[in-house]
């Protein structure tokens, strides 16, 4: 398996939900990353996961909660998101944390009402 | 840190006509530069990259040359078709560093029929 997968592929939720987006890979990749994109910019870098631990938070809002269950899935946990928050989410994955090829997810496309 | 720069911003040719993106960088350290091609709604994709111990690299249609004293890389499509169209981001990452990928902000490149 040479993809990585997110779920799901459209969220709209409000200010006060919760919610959670999903993001695996089969690739025996030990680094995670968590990116935002915002229209026609490129992707921003959220979070870095290696070897299951973060190892890099870009000074992202307490409101996202990453969590790395294991070497092969990745979560990022939503609560009380603001408008501005609406993007696409890229999960991405690579060999090691480095300088290596990062494979990314399709996104799932958030929308803050 | 790291600062890419990215021209032209927006790219119109026919096609069959050659296209050129380039990219300049500031961190010395930087030693591994891919190269994303972005459609419409869809996840970035790989579609070259290149190491600081080589100075060009090709792929059928597309290649990346790369001068470290000038701190710069340039990527070339030739015989550009309409499925080319997309937008494309260059990168580049320092090893030994935090890996942290600096994203240029992207050239839209259209090719008309």
């Known amino acids: 398996d040479t993809e990585v997968t997110q779920t799901p592929k459209h969220l709209v939720m409000g200010m006060t939900n919760k919610k959670s987006l999903k993001c695996e890979q089969h690739m025996g990749h030990r680094a995670m990353y968590w990116y935002k994109q915002k229209a026609k910019k490129p992707p921003e870098l959220m979070f870095v996961y290696s070897y299951e631990k973060l190892s890099i938070n870009e000074s992202v809002p307490s409101r996202f909660s990453p969590e790395c269950p294991n070497s092969s899935l990745l979560n990022l946990h939503l609560h009380a998101l603001q408008p501005e928050d609406s993007a696409l989410y890229l999960c991405?994955?690579?060999?090691?944390?480095?300088?290596?090829?990062?494979?990314f997810g399709p996104g799932t496309r958030l929308l803050v009402l | 840190g790291e600062n890419v720069e990215q021209h032209p911003s927006t790219l119109s040719v026919q096609e069959g006509d050659s296209a050129v993106i380039k990219c300049t960088y500031s961190?010395?350290?930087?030693?591994?530069f891919p190269w994303y091609k972005q459609e419409l709604g869809k996840r970035p994709q790989l579609i070259i990259d290149?190491?600081?111990?080589?100075g060009e690299k090709k792929d059928q249609r597309i290649a990346v040359t790369l001068n470290k004293t000038a701190k710069h890389f340039s990527l070339h499509i030739t015989e550009t078709q309409p499925e080319d169209s997309a937008v494309y981001f260059c990168a580049a990452v320092a090893s030994g560093g935090s890996y942290i990928p600096t994203f240029g902000r992207g050239t839209s490149l259209i090719v008309h029929p």
């Open positions: 991405a994955s690579s060999r090691l944390a480095g300088d290596e090829t990062q494979y």
């Open positions: 290149i190491r600081s111990n080589v």
């Open positions: 961190d010395s350290a930087s030693n591994y």
